[in-house]
C-alpha cells in the first residue's frame, strides 16, 4: 500500500507558506532603480519554477508578462514572464537559474 502525500503547509493570504516571506514583489519595490532581466519564461511550467527557485534562494524579484517573438521562418508573437531582479542580485539569480539548467545568457 502506498503511503499518503505529506501534508501541503499552512497557507496564509496571498496563498504563502505561513512563516515564510515571499520574494515576489511590485514592480514599485524597485522604484528608482533599474531592475535587471534574468529570465524570460515562454512556458507556464518554467515561470513557476523560476518563482520557485528566486522564492527558495530568497532574492527579491518582480514578474510581468510581455511579449516576445519566437520562430525564425515563421515568426509569431507569444507571452513570457519576465523576472526581473535588482542589480545586486542579478549574479546569484543568473547561478541558481543556472544551477537548475535553465539556459541563462550573459548580461
Known sequence: MLAAPPAA???GPGGCVKG???A???PE???GVEPALVYVARKLRHAVRVEALL???DIDYVVETDTFTAGVIFRTERTG???YVAPDDE???RDVLAQEGYAVKAP
Do not use: G, I, K, L
Request: aromatic share 14%; hydrophobic share 45%.
Open 9 to 11: 503547509p499552512p497557507r
Open 20 to 22: 515564510r516571506a515571499m
Open 24 to 26: 515576489r514583489r511590485e
Open 29 to 31: 519595490h524597485f522604484d
Open 55 to 57: 522564492t527558495a534562494a
Open 81 to 83: 514572464a519576465f523576472f
Open 91 to 93: 549574479p546569484r539569480a
